[in-house]
């Protein structure tokens, strides 16, 4: 411990009490000494790069190309998708992969290329290996849209895992998204992004980075095309991005560079070119659709750490129903835990909480448990106990559990990356369900651990069972969220195999969309903070994890009223809508921030249960092609360069255009628009695209546009499904998909597909059938007819 350890111990005694700032310089030290002991020390390095090509072994959609000193495995899916993988890594083991990889391309063939290199050339790209392992991802026109140079490896002299780089070219005008959760986002600026899964430990704003969520993929848009690419080793890395210049000194282009560096795992890679739809559709298939909310988790939740018992949940619902105010969720922190114990339930402050479930279920309101993964380190704890018994708990390298501190006080890990351990935790939820809970949010599951000094996480020489390889903390640590969410839902989906989980966590990789969604975590309350929720909802939108949110409101401190009027506008029209605050915050409900913002939240409030309908078909959609509910205002035209740049707007589905107010005292804004015609929806008012407008955006409501020809289901005034048409343009058609909600269970509703037309002076809607356009099934009401 040097000074500034033991000025953070101090520090952490002080602001934590004695008792538990004295368990978190035990912890600290604790992980301090395993990891002396038992990681590897760095020393001589032996670098390696793969040198020229020696032969090559044709195989399906590619083959096996051998350099002296590596092999490269590659292969072209039937569906357009790459992988590639060196040292012969194949796509197997991974954590992100559903299990079942696409099927080779049996047209793409390993073919000679100049100058001693290799090509793949397949429908819809081409790859072009050199002699000395570069890897160029071509458009089928030949047009070059990534470069990977050679890797570069270092390998211990004395064993161990090997340190690897990939540096890569894009092209200069492109643009960077993706690597997970990310608050400066959408777009990646410039500089250098860890890939490590982190709590910051405190409200976060927009400079705070790494996060909760990272994964090392990278959506890169460009004139020629859009790709992805997924780097699949859950090892601690790090990217330097860079962005190109068109023209750059002697006239000639400077291609934007990418940095890959990664402490260990495989060298291998997923790429996926096309259109974003079609990319992101190609990402869902290879790593598994996103899991279908039920519809109610599509509504607006209410959560607060420091309800304090029953009688406060009461009071707060109350005022809803008293102010008129939709709600169809209430949260419950560790607060409702004994003790903060997860799996239990303070019985002095909840005592009939089973009760308290069922009344709120009679008003159509769900009840929603916090799950945390630590487990108290107390013989006499029901969870505690049984875990021991089946050896549940991540062990040290010497065969101690490792023990961490969390607010339940010392607290051991249960090893997600067991498939027994995972089964175990599963069926946890029983107790769960038995007190009425309906959802699950996963919190503090990097993992952390409270540390008054070093990493507030396990260890990284802790072992993990890695599904029979064994391993440890250095591969285990950003898949240990998704592992105990793929714990809860499938343990749900035993326990109640009649409804869809709910499922929601803090943490996860690439892949944790199978299981439910996530939630912005600590956001710092402030402007910057609402700006940060946006650029995260968006990021891990084109990420392939669709239902995120923030907490409304931020976590901390208390926002002011039009701060929080306009947190909650935003809110409205993102997929999880939900107020959250510390326990030390200030209050989250609608009234209490006075007459006039009370009034504007009422109107989001059931503006977004309006909406209820259209949210329940881009979950749908979501789950049948990978689109995220919340798209970059590029999704339909990358190649406009004034939209790629656009991160103050969104579109909801393909009919929506969202233009929050993310600054102080704006009652106007500017909206870059797409190309079209949209319509003010509150004003009816007509805009054209492309090209940036003025809209009106007073306190009572943000900008939201609707593209001319819209035909989007909403709940009518008897609370039925209707279809609102927005008249198209003279001589120009709309079209719209509906999916019906069909319940919370496994149904799977029929798309509706709708047309809308002008005839003479009137607006026809027709639903498309197999056998010829009938009538629509649910009552129309067309809009816009004065201005079409």
């Known amino acids: 411990m040097d000074g500034r350890d033991l000025v953070r111990s101090v520090k952490s005694m002080g602001a934590a009490g004695a008792a538990q700032g004295l368990r978190t310089v035990r912890a600290a030290w604790r992980s301090r000494r395993a990891d002396a002991a038992a990681l590897p020390r760095r020393g001589a390095e032996r670098a390696r790069v793969p040198g020229p090509v020696q032969d090559v072994e044709p195989g399906p959609g590619g083959g096996l190309i051998r350099f002296a000193r590596s092999d490269l495995r590659i292969m072209v899916a039937a569906n357009g998708t790459v992988f590639w993988g060196w040292d012969g890594a194949a796509p197997e083991p991974s954590y992100a992969l559903t299990g079942a990889c696409p099927e080779p391309d049996p047209r793409a063939l390993l073919e000679p290329d100049k100058d001693g290199g290799w090509r793949v050339v397949a429908e819809r790209v081409t790859i072009v290996i050199s002699r000395h392992g570069a890897v160029e991802v071509r458009t089928p026109g030949g047009v070059t849209l990534r470069r990977e140079q050679p890797p570069r490896w270092w390998e211990p002299v004395d064993g161990g895992a090997a340190r690897w780089m990939q540096r890569s070219e894009v092209a200069a005008d492109a643009r960077f998204f993706g690597l997970g959760g990310r608050a ?346 609402l700006r940060a929720s946006l650029s995260l909802v968006m990021g891990l939108g084109l990420c392939g994890v669709p239902y995120s949110g923030p907490d409304v409101g931020g976590f901390d401190g208390s926002p002011s009223p039009e701060l929080y009027l306009r947190w909650v506008q935003l809110g409205a029209h993102l997929p999880l809508f939900r107020t959250h605050a510390s326990l030390r915050a200030g209050r989250r409900e609608p009234w209490e921030f006075g007459p006039e913002v009370l009034e504007h939240a009422r109107e989001a409030l059931v503006e977004r249960r309006r909406l209820l309908p259209y949210f329940v078909t881009l979950a749908h959609l979501a789950r049948r092609t990978g689109a995220p509910y919340v798209r970059p205002l590029w999704w339909g035209a990358p190649e406009d360069r004034a939209l790629r740049d656009c991160e103050d707007a ?52 943000i900008p939201v546009l609707v593209r001319a020809g819209a035909v989007l289901p909403v709940r009518g005034e008897d609370g039925g499904l209707e279809l609102e048409v927005w008249a198209p343009a003279r001589g120009r058609t709309g079209s719209g998909l509906v999916v019906p909600d069909g319940g919370d269970g496994w149904e799977e509703p029929e798309m509706e597909r709708y047309f809308t037309r002008w005839e003479g002076s009137e607006v026809v809607v027709e639903r498309e059938r197999e056998d010829g356009p009938v009538e629509p099934s649910h009552p129309v009401r067309v809009r816009g007819l004065s201005e079409g």
Not at 207 to 219: G, N, R, S
Not at 324 to 341: F, R, W
Not at 670 to 681: E, K, M, N, S
Request: aromatic fraction near 10%; include cysteine; charge should be negative.
């Open 184 to 529: 400066s986002g959408p777009r990646l600026k410039d500089g250098t992004y860890r890939l490590w899964n982190t709590d910051p430990g405190r409200a976060f704003g927009r400079a705070d980075d790494p996060l909760y969520i990272t994964m090392p993929l990278q959506l890169v848009v460009a004139d020629a095309s859009t790709h992805l690419i997924f780097y699949d080793s859950s090892w601690d890395g790090s990217v330097a991005l860079s962005h190109g210049e068109e023209g750059a000194g002697s006239g000639h282009d400077r291609p934007g560079t990418s940095e890959l560096r990664m402490d260990g795992g495989p060298l291998r890679c997923w790429v996926m070119v096309g259109t974003p739809a079609r990319v992101l559709l190609s990402w869902a298939a290879l790593t598994g659709p996103p899991a279908l909310p039920p519809s109610w988790a599509l509504g607006y939740h209410h959560a607060r750490w420091g309800f304090g018992g029953e009688r406060e949940v009461r009071r707060i619902v109350a005022g809803y129903r008293e102010h008129g105010l939709p709600l169809d969720a209430v949260h419950l922190d560790i607060d409702h835990y004994d003790e903060h114990q997860v799996f239990t339930v303070d019985q002095e402050h909840f005592p009939k909480l089973s009760g308290l479930a069922e009344e709120l279920r009679g008003e159509g309101i769900r009840l929603v448990s916090i799950v945390d993964p630590a487990v108290k380190a107390e013989p006499g704890n029901a969870v505690h106990d049984a875990g021991a018994a089946r050896d549940a708990f991540v062990r040290d390298a010497s065969g101690r559990v490792v023990r961490g501190v969390v607010w339940a006080g010392e607290s051991v890990y249960p090893d997600f990356t067991h498939p027994r351990v995972r089964e175990w935790w599963g069926r946890l939820y029983e107790e769960r369900l038995a007190q009425g809970f309906s959802g699950f949010w996963h919190d503090m599951n990097e993992p952390t651990s409270f540390a008054a000094f070093g990493e507030s996480t396990l260890p990284r020489s802790a072992r993990h069972a890695l599904e029979g390889r064994g391993g440890d903390h250095r591969e285990a640590h950003n898949v240990y969220a998704l592992g105990m969410a793929r714990a809860a839902y499938e343990g749900l989906r035993e326990l109640a195999p009649e409804l869809r989980p709910f499922v929601f966590s803090r943490s996860g990789w690439a892949g944790m969309q199978r299981y439910g969604g996530t939630w912005s975590g600590d956001v710092a309350t402030g402007w910057p903070g």
């Open 650 to 701: 969104f579109l909801l589905g393909d009919s929506l255009l969202v233009a929050p107010v993310l600054d102080p005292g704006a009652d106007r804004r500017a909206v870059q628009l797409p190309r079209g015609r949209w319509y003010d929806t509150a004003t009816e008012k007509v805009y054209e695209g492309p090209g940036q407008v003025l809209v009106d955006a007073p306190l009572a409501r």
